[in-house]
């Protein structure tokens, strides 16, 4: 009896942790409803610098609150520079586009592949290596995107927006974000990470942002959008996340991102009045499908030790 209520106890304790890491996916499915909203008040740019530097505001305290330091070691730098450049500039830029030019239901649906780019630059910048099953599982999901790109209106290439050429541009990019933040994270910790690499992307953006920046006919709702992408999608996501995967693995984790298009799609249907084509629903059926399967082919692999593009690494705590 004692065994079965360690069990039960055990169970509800780790119920805890899938419960966030759900509420993590359906948060960043509604960071592309919101920020479809948003691309009609303001630039990319500007809903970018506004994002980052309210998210700056709130961690700085949590920080410091948290790690009892503000200063990372300087070896963090370069890598926290390049997470700025290419997670909060280049990254929040393209996503702002894709939103703005395609549905939030085909955004949502490209951002899965956001897995495949992170294996990809692992490949080639970390000499990782995936099996055949991972690399069918990669074009299975691929094949699906495509199907969701071109169905949307007409089929065949006449039926691709440009929103969807761009989210593919910033599916890109995050592989690249996603090395540079493993590289960073060796130095700090991920909490300080997004600090930085929130400080140095609104201190870009700033100079270039700063001049010509403007909101159209704000509102009560525009505030409210803007918290949202700011606290929930960035920094409450970021510690529901962290959270998960510290306690069920990251290949656990993992399992619950392919919840991130069905969330989308729901919530593009009730709140934006999105109505995706069969062809669509069928290509995110698809990517889900390729998403499990090399999510599949990743447990079975062993465990390896990747190094990150350092010459000197600090010892493991």
């Given amino acids: 009896m004692l065994r079965l209520q360690q069990m039960i106890l055990r169970g509800e304790w780790r119920m805890k942790y899938v419960l966030l890491l759900v509420l993590a996916s359906f948060f960043w499915a509604g960071n ?3 920020g479809k909203e948003l691309t009609a008040y303001a630039s990319p740019g500007a809903l970018t610098l506004l994002r980052y530097a309210l998210a ?27 997470m700025g450049v290419t997670g909060v500039v280049l990254f929040n830029l393209l996503q702002f586009l894709a939103l703005a030019n395609t549905t939030a239901s085909n955004v949502g649906v490209i951002s899965t592949l ?29 094949a699906g995107a495509c199907l969701v790109i071109t169905s949307g ?18 599916v890109g990019v995050f592989g690249i974000y996603s090395v ?25 953006l700033l100079p270039v942002e700063g001049p010509s920046f ?52 729901i919530l593009a249907f009730i709140l934006l009045g999105e109505q995706p084509a069969l062809l669509q629903l069928g ?27 350092s010459s000197k690494q600090p010892a493991a705590e």
């Fill in 283 to 309: 290509g995110t059926a698809i990517v889900i499908a390729g998403c499990l399967l090399y999510s599949y082919a990743s447990m079975q692999k062993k465990p390896v030790t990747v190094p990150v593009p």
């Fill in 153 to 170: 209106s007409g089929g065949g290439m006449q039926g691709v927006q440009s929103g969807d050429l761009w989210m593919l541009a910033a």
């Fill in 214 to 265: 403007a909101i159209h006919g704000a509102d009560s709702y525009f505030v409210g959008a803007v918290l949202y992408i700011s606290l929930i999608a960035t920094i409450l996501c970021m510690v529901f996340w962290g959270t998960g995967v510290k306690y069920l693995g990251a290949l656990t984790a993992g399992l619950f991102m392919n919840l991130n298009p069905v969330f989308t799609v």
């Fill in 114 to 142: 956001n897995t495949y780019s992170i294996a990809i630059c692992a490949v080639l910048l970390l000499k990782e290596r995936i099996t055949l099953i991972q690399a069918g599982a990669m074009i299975i999901s691929f």
């Fill in 180 to 204: 540079c933040s493993r590289w960073a994270t060796s130095y700090v910790s991920p909490m300080m990470s997004v600090l930085y690499s929130g400080i140095i992307g609104v201190g870009i």
């Fill in 32 to 34: 592309f409803v919101i």
């Fill in 56 to 82: 700056v505001l709130v961690l700085l305290p949590l920080v410091w609150w948290k790690e009892r330091q503000l200063l990372p070691p300087k070896a963090a730098f370069l890598p926290l520079f390049l």
